[in-house]
């Protein structure tokens, strides 16, 4: 689609073109919770070239996710986000080498007992990938935190839950307990290791890359949201 507006405004809490409400592809008013998220969207449509590009309009893709998909029944999205905490990043430590274990325990852990804390359950670690069951009252407790979110908040927590992996570290970011740019750097510890042992594959920077986008996006979503 061409741009074919020349005024971009928010009226009450609504982005509006030359005037004219924007509409989600679901057709509803495209009607944001807070002023600073109105007028960050509203920037999104003031900065389109001749051509509307939605990959550069990410706050906007996820207000429209919000409206549209999530908020006409949002437990079945929750319940999607909420599943991670079965098999959370934060769970599966390496056996070895020392120094990639160390770095994930001073990294994750913080974040696993920040959880403890924060919701007063118990999580289960261990070493390689086979799953290990996590005690029910901490799955449950999880889905619960995750459950009493808006379809706002649920729409900027699922990027950071999906790209990093971990349940838990996404939670800590919405809540303030950790920044988003340590929670990136949690979920990449991995990743970054075998990058030094091998040096890095050009496909996999630009899918970090991408990946780091949409991160990027759904933490600054929640931050407007306040």
Known sequence: MKRFWKDVSVENGQ?????????????????????????AVADEWRTVG?????????????????????????????AGLAAYGESDLLYYRA??????????????DPLLDWARSRYDVHFETTSGVMHKAQPEAT???LA?????????R???????????????????????????ETLWQAALIDELWQAEQWGEDVLAVQARDAHRADFDAGARFLSLLG
């Not at 030359?18 to 998220?37: Q, W, Y």
């Not at 001749?50 to 929750?78: K, Q, S, V």
């Not at 056996?95 to 994750?108: G, I, K, M, T």
């Open 15 to 39: 982005v509006a073109l030359d005037g004219k409400p924007v509409r989600t592809p679901g057709r509803a008013p495209l009607a944001l919770p807070t002023p600073a998220l109105a007028e």
């Open 50 to 78: 001749e051509t509307i590009d939605p990959r550069a309009m990410p706050l906007t893709g996820l207000a429209n996710a919000a409206i549209d998909r999530i908020a006409p029944d949002p437990a079945p999205f929750a």
């Open 95 to 108: 056996e070895d080498p020392e120094p990639l274990v160390a770095r994930q325990a001073a990294s994750w």
């Open 139 to 141: 799955v449950t407790r």
């Open 144 to 152: 619960e935190a995750v459950g009493a979110l808006d379809g706002f």
């Open 154 to 180: 649920l729409a900027g927590l699922s990027p950071l839950v999906t790209v990093s992996g971990s349940l838990v570290g996404a939670l800590a970011l919405l809540e303030g307990a950790v920044d988003a």
